[in-house]
């Protein structure tokens, strides 16, 4: 694995991000009040988050992942999305919640409603722990956002570099990005 953490800067700290998820939380908590939520964790950066996140949802939750491929490359989207691993579970008449980790062109979130709805849940809302609205290239309603973020490449809390680097407790970025 290729060693950056010299080169690496904290950006968002383990103890903003543990607050925010306890607000992000505690709304989903209100917003959902009654009723029972899907949580369809997108793999592989949105684990720590989502692991985080469902502790502080205090309703009957299930929980389910899917792996999308939307990268050519670590920093550019190619906008060719494909599902490589589906949901174990039929999300029908459920109220299904996405959790991804970071939203950037929104090609991957664009491609997975539209695949979502096509299996008739009762509803389908997006949490995104952050959010590079620099990029966004698509008609994209997010309605929980962790952090709205620069355009920069971070990594960390499940967001990789190189497939490294997801079990840090922070949220850093590259000094040359
Ligand atoms: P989008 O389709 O351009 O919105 O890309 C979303 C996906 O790209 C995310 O689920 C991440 O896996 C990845 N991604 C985008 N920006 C970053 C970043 O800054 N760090 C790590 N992964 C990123
Ligand atoms: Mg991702």
């Given at each position: 694995?290729?060693?950056?953490?010299?080169?690496?800067?904290v950006?968002?700290?383990?103890?903003?991000?543990?607050?925010?998820?306890?607000?992000?939380?505690?709304?989903?908590?209100?917003?959902?009040?009654?009723?029972?939520?899907?949580?369809?964790?997108?793999?592989?950066?949105?684990?720590?988050?989502?692991?985080?996140?469902?502790?502080?949802?205090?309703?009957?939750?299930?929980?389910?992942?899917?792996?999308?491929?939307?990268?050519g490359?670590?920093?550019?989207?190619?906008?060719?999305?494909?599902?490589?691993?589906?949901?174990?579970?039929?999300?029908?008449?459920?109220?299904?919640?996405?959790?991804?980790?970071?939203?950037?062109?929104?090609?991957?979130?664009?491609?997975?409603?539209?695949n979502?709805?096509?299996?008739?849940?009762?509803?389908?809302?997006?949490?995104?722990?952050?959010?590079?609205?620099?990029?966004?290239?698509?008609?994209?309603?997010?309605?929980?956002?962790?952090?709205?973020?620069?355009?920069?490449?971070?990594i960390?809390?499940?967001?990789?570099?190189?497939?490294?680097?997801?079990?840090?407790?922070?949220?850093?970025?590259?000094?040359?990005?």
């Amino acid at each position: 694995m290729e060693k950056i953490l010299d080169n690496l800067k904290v950006y968002i700290s383990a103890e903003e991000i543990r607050k925010k998820v306890k607000e992000l939380g505690k709304i989903i908590t209100k917003d959902y009040m009654g009723e029972e939520v899907t949580v369809v964790g997108v793999l592989k950066g949105s684990v720590i988050f989502l692991a985080d996140l469902i502790r502080e949802i205090k309703l009957p939750l299930m929980i389910d992942f899917l792996e999308l491929s939307s990268y050519g490359n670590e920093y550019k989207s190619s906008g060719v999305v494909k599902i490589v691993k589906d949901l174990t579970h039929s999300v029908e008449n459920q109220n299904v919640l996405i959790v991804e980790d970071i939203i950037d062109s929104g090609l991957t979130m664009d491609y997975l409603i539209a695949n979502l709805k096509t299996r008739h849940p009762k509803s389908i809302k997006i949490c995104s722990l952050l959010f590079k609205p620099s990029n966004l290239s698509v008609n994209l309603k997010i309605d929980y956002t962790g952090f709205t973020i620069e355009n920069r490449f971070v990594i960390g809390y499940g967001l990789d570099y190189k497939g490294g680097y997801r079990n840090l407790e922070y949220i850093g970025y590259l000094e040359s990005t």
